[in-house]
């Protein structure tokens, strides 16, 4: 499976941006869905996931405050974050990962990163 993360780029806070992982490969092995975020010298944290893509279920972070949405579309084999509302704190490095199931042994997939940076 391969992500390719887009979207990423200088917002005010406030303001909005939506991004999207493109994924290609073995997708009908895929599983989970989720958006990370990395701040150098923190740890890597979730912010937001399709738990099970056959049910939908989603799952945010605390931090998360009803800002974004985490959506799917499984024609275009796509995942996007919806961020509205953005602090300064939101700034960060977010990756697109993808948990699959193949020959029933669990893998990880991560795409490379789009750079958020909400600043004034």
């Known amino acids: 499976v391969q992500l390719q993360a887009s979207g990423g780029g200088l917002v005010q806070p406030g303001g909005s941006l939506r991004l999207s992982c493109a994924m290609s490969g073995d997708v009908f092995s895929i599983r989970s869905l989720g958006w990370y975020r990395q701040v150098p010298g923190k740890v890597r944290e979730l912010v937001a996931a399709?738990?099970?893509?056959?049910?939908?279920?989603?799952y945010y972070a605390d931090f998360v405050e009803g800002r974004f949405t985490i959506s799917r579309d499984g024609a275009a084999n796509t995942v996007t974050l919806q961020m509205n509302g953005l602090k300064s704190e939101d700034t960060a490095v977010y990756l697109c990962?993808?948990?699959?199931?193949?020959?029933?042994?669990?893998?990880?997939?991560w795409g490379q990163g789009t750079q958020v940076t909400v600043s004034s």
């Open positions: 399709i738990r099970d893509v056959r049910t939908g279920t989603t």
């Open positions: 990962n993808a948990g699959t199931i193949q020959n029933g042994i669990y893998y990880d997939y």
